[in-house]
């Protein structure tokens, strides 16, 4: 008989967002309402947010940087006016959170990126009644980028 292994972590990185939902106490609900929200990067830096690439739907992301009292959730920094030219400066997107960012810390407030560093790529590639998928990370931080991670894994329709 083979053991069961344990839901808990190898006290590393996660390489998959998907092993949080090994955890105890997570279930099919949170997962759902999590998954939007993670990723897993193969560094302990804080990830970076291209300010440049946020939709509306993905505001909650500024309003945890620099919450305010007033409600605010920050869809008017990612709102749709300066979709051809990006939202500017890190400085201008915080501004309206002044009093608010002055207690985040400096390392939280250096998240707001102007780039992009880290792409997640997936291929798909349908064979007859096969289908095969690819997934992979790849590291922009330094010239040129390189792939860090790797999956395939295939698919057949029934």
Do not use: K, Y
């Not at 083979?2 to 939902?21: K, Q, Y």
């Not at 949170?30 to 560094?43: F, K, V």
């Not at 300010?51 to 509306?56: A, Q, V």
Request: contains cysteine.
């Amino acid at each position: 008989m083979r053991p069961v292994p344990s839901p808990r972590t190898a006290n590393t990185l996660f390489a998959d967002p998907g092993e949080l939902a090994a955890l105890v106490g997570m279930n099919p609900e949170i997962m759902a309402r999590l998954r939007p929200w993670l990723c897993a990067l193969p560094t302990t830096e804080l990830s970076p947010i291209n300010i440049n690439t946020l939709l509306p739907e993905q505001a909650p992301l500024l309003a945890m940087l620099a919450p305010v009292r007033t409600g605010s959730s920050g869809r008017g920094a990612c709102s749709p006016r300066g979709r051809a030219s990006g939202l500017g400066q890190s400085d201008r997107v915080l501004a309206d959170r002044r009093s608010a960012r002055a207690n985040v810390p400096l390392d939280v407030q250096l998240q707001l990126q102007m780039r992009t560093c880290w792409f997640a790529l997936e291929v798909r590639v349908a064979i007859m009644d096969a289908e095969f998928t690819e997934t992979a990370l790849v590291d922009a931080r330094l010239q040129p980028s390189r792939l860090v991670a790797r999956r395939w894994g295939s698919r057949i329709p029934i």
